[in-house]
């Protein structure tokens, strides 16, 4: 990377993370989601994944007002964390061990060993053992697995693991990654279908889904990372990376020639889709420089975010993200689903600039 390039990532980063923390209702656009998609003084799955990417970006970078900004997030927020325990509201919890760290408030490293408890102890489970999907929202999803809990609460339970150094909670963050691969991972392309419903059998729509492929691409190197060192079988460990490494070379695969992925993998005429590219793209990094898959990859991420960069607006927004999304009906209807900024695609893309930034 030239130092032009570098400065135009650095940029685009600031950009995208003073839209995120900073944008008003009037910037937000005129559609009916526009306080869902980018309100973030709210506890849940989306301003969850918008505060870890700040979190990383604050990092990356050793701007300490950032993870100032961070810590007055869950000043302000924490009190909502109170009212609602579901898998999917717990990506919010993943910055706890970094602002323990960073501060020595005793109050993170209870509250985050608290969660890991409830997690591992009472959170619903299905009869594969993985962790219910249960959410905010007046839905119940009996016996689902979603591909999106790797990352809104096994990462969570991963740097709580490595924090407190529990070994049976850092082996059972990475067991959850493994039972989600087995439940969702097509064996024929290696790539993952969105959702998995137990109680019939079957993968439902069956949907490649471009994000739920990235919640993973991008994840489990990030629990790696935080456990991998405390796990004691060898097994898991072994299967976990093998499945991974097809997932990756299996997303590479599937890149489209301008350098995004469909919002469907295996379905190249549906509309290029900018977050599921971001992860997938911050994986791709990920897992080359962890050794978990071969240098050969490098070329997919960097035209990955070769195509992503542009897709920032002066204002910091991005866009091509498309919005909230349920295990649809059919694979169509996900190329249905209307494209506006979110916090998760603001969250998703700071991810992957601060991955570049980081390491370069």
């Known amino acids: 990377m030239n130092n032009r390039s570098r400065t135009d990532i650095q940029e685009a980063a600031r950009r995208v993370y003073h839209f995120m923390m900073h944008s008003k209702p009037e910037d937000w656009g005129g559609h009916v989601w526009t306080d869902w998609a980018m309100n973030i003084d709210k506890w849940d799955w989306n301003p969850g994944v918008g505060i870890i990417a700040a979190a990383e970006y604050g990092r990356a970078t050793g701007d300490s007002s950032v ?18 325990r579901v898998i999917n509201s717990m990506a919010p919890y993943a910055i706890f061990p970094q602002l ?23 959170a619903p489970r299905t009869s594969e053992g993985a962790f ?62 969105h959702g998995w419903d137990g109680s019939a059998g079957n993968w ?20 790696l990372e935080e456990a991998e060192k405390l796990c004691r079988d060898s097994d898991l460990l072994h299967e976990l990376k093998y499945r991974y490494g097809r997932l990756i070379e299996a997303l590479a695969a599937c890149q489209l020639p301008g350098g995004m992925w469909p919002t469907v993998l295996d379905r190249p005429g549906f509309y290029e889709e900018t977050s599921g590219s971001a992860a997938i793209a911050l994986g791709l990094y990920k897992a080359v420089r962890m050794e978990l898959a071969s240098e050969q990859l490098l070329p997919y991420a960097d035209r990955a975010l070769a195509a992503i960069v542009p897709m920032v607006a002066a204002t910091g927004a991005v866009s091509g993200v498309s919005g909230g999304t349920p295990v649809l009906e059919s694979e169509r209807a996900y190329n249905e689903v209307p494209l506006f900024p979110t916090l998760y695609g603001q969250g998703l893309v700071l991810l992957l600039l601060s991955e570049v930034i980081e390491q370069r």
């Open 100 to 122: 323990y760290k960073a501060t020595g408030d005793v109050y993170y490293l209870e509250k985050a060993v608290e969660i890991a408890e409830w997690m591992v102890e009472q």
């Open 204 to 223: 439902m729509s069956a949907a490649r889904w471009n994000r739920a492929n990235g919640w993973n691409a991008a994840g489990i190197p990030m629990i």
């Open 132 to 193: 219910e999907h249960t959410v905010t929202e007046n839905a119940r999803f009996s016996e689902q697995i979603w591909a999106d809990t790797v990352f809104m609460a096994v990462l969570f339970l991963a740097r709580t693991a490595r924090l407190t150094g529990n070994r049976k909670h850092a082996e059972e963050a990475l067991l959850q990654a493994l039972l989600h691969l087995r439940a969702l991972q097509d064996e024929d392309t290696g790539l993952l279908f």
């Open 67 to 84: 993870l100032q900004e961070v810590e007055g997030w869950v000043r302000r927020n924490r009190g909502q964390s109170e009212e609602v």
